[in-house]
């Protein structure tokens, strides 16, 4: 198994599978001129790749971290792993302490956001968007 690790947008490691990394990320570069001024793109093209590294999994299904990547990190020597969607997620345990914290408070109200969002998309997209969102946000 293969593995593409970056850096991520918070104190973490993104983990993804190469065609995972490939899907996300393509797309957003292919159109960039129309969503980033050039100094953006360039910026989160940095970023990202400049952290990019791919790595296989031994026998017994470990991966080795990357030294640099673990300070991104801040891990030490506890991690958590996390599934996000379609990444996973390495946080120094105690970053993600202090990260639940902060999010456990504002759950409610991105969650309200949220549905908003959702809600005004719905509306033109589709109708059952917007049922969904209606049910979340009476829910909410």
């Known amino acids: 198994l293969t593995f593409c690790l970056s850096r991520w947008f918070e104190p973490c490691i993104a983990v993804f599978p190469p065609q995972a990394w490939s ?3 393509a ?22 790749f400049s952290s990019l590294t791919n790595v296989s999994a031994d026998k017994t299904g470990r991966i080795l971290l990357p030294d640099y990547l673990m300070q991104h990190a801040g891990i030490e020597k506890e991690l958590v792993l ?13 970053a993600w ?11 409610r109200k991105i969650a ?17 968007f917007m049922q969904n969102a209606q049910l979340v946000g009476n829910y909410l």
């Open 23 to 25: 899907e996300r990320f």
């Open 27 to 48: 797309p957003l570069f292919k159109n960039a001129d129309s969503i980033f001024d050039v100094d953006e793109q360039e910026e989160l093209k940095r970023f990202l």
């Open 82 to 94: 996390l599934g996000v969607h379609d990444r996973i997620e390495i946080w120094s345990k105690k």
């Open 97 to 107: 302490e202090e990260k639940q914290d902060t999010s456990f408070k504002n759950m």
């Open 112 to 128: 309200k956001n949220f549905a908003k969002r959702v809600f005004r998309c719905g509306e033109v997209v589709e109708g059952r």
